[in-house]
């Protein structure tokens, strides 16, 4: 007898957190990022998740399949896919990726266009030249324009102008701490991508852009920021 009501005692605890988690999952939305770069932008995204106390089953940071944009985007219609079969769906889907010299950068973004316009919930997070101008922005407002030269790359323009900011001589793609060592400029750097984005749409410019903040801002409000 004893036994039983320590079986029906469990199961009504099970029960119980079922509920409990039903009533969360209800009041939160549940956000999948898929990024094209293996190491510095998955970091900055946990690291964030981290500081503003989100659980990780609210917001999956997924490991990329391959890193080109078109890879990103299908491996996130894989994952979004599989996790709506299983009957409880992502209520957004964020792919990260960069223009850089990806050839297949603008057929990544129209697909997530198209895959919206047919009631998928996914967004094109992306950056021009790269994700590294997201990070300029905390140390102030930029538009100049990146452009390769010589044996580096757009990319690496970029990241040249980071190194000479304080604390990022030694910046190299894949370091960790980078969201802890400029969470204090928040705020500015968000400022500052709207203002770059308000300066593109008034000039047709694409170099440098970001659409991280949107992202960033996005995660906020889960943690009711």
Not at 121 to 126: D, K, L, S, V
């Amino acid at each position: 007898m004893g036994s039983e009501d320590l079986f029906h005692k469990r199961k009504a605890r099970a029960g119980a957190e079922l509920q409990r988690q039903k009533r969360e999952r209800a009041r939160n939305k549940r956000y999948l990022i898929v990024c094209e770069g293996t190491k510095t932008e998955p970091h900055y995204f946990r690291d964030l998740l981290v500081d503003l106390g989100i659980r990780p089953q609210m917001v999956r940071i997924a490991p990329n399949d391959g890193v080109s944009p078109d890879r990103v985007v299908a491996h996130a219609v894989a994952l979004y896919v599989e996790d709506a079969g299983a009957g409880d769906a992502f209520d957004t889907v964020f792919c990260v990726f960069d223009r850089d010299k990806h050839t297949t950068f603008d057929a990544a973004v129209q697909r997530t266009k198209d895959l919206s316009a047919e009631g998928k919930p996914f967004e094109a997070i992306t950056s021009s030249p790269c994700f590294e101008v997201w990070l300029l922005l905390h140390f102030g407002y930029t538009d100049q324009p990146f452009h390769a030269a010589g044996k580096k790359s757009v990319g690496d323009q970029v990241v040249s102008a980071l190194k000479t900011k304080p604390g990022f001589a030694k910046y190299g793609k894949g370091q960790k701490g980078v969201y802890d060592q400029l969470k204090g400029k928040l705020d500015e750097a968000l400022t500052h991508a709207t203002q770059l984005r308000r300066h593109g749409a008034a000039t047709g410019s694409i170099n440098p852009a970001t659409d991280v903040d949107e992202l960033v801002k996005a995660i906020q409000a889960l943690a009711g920021k």
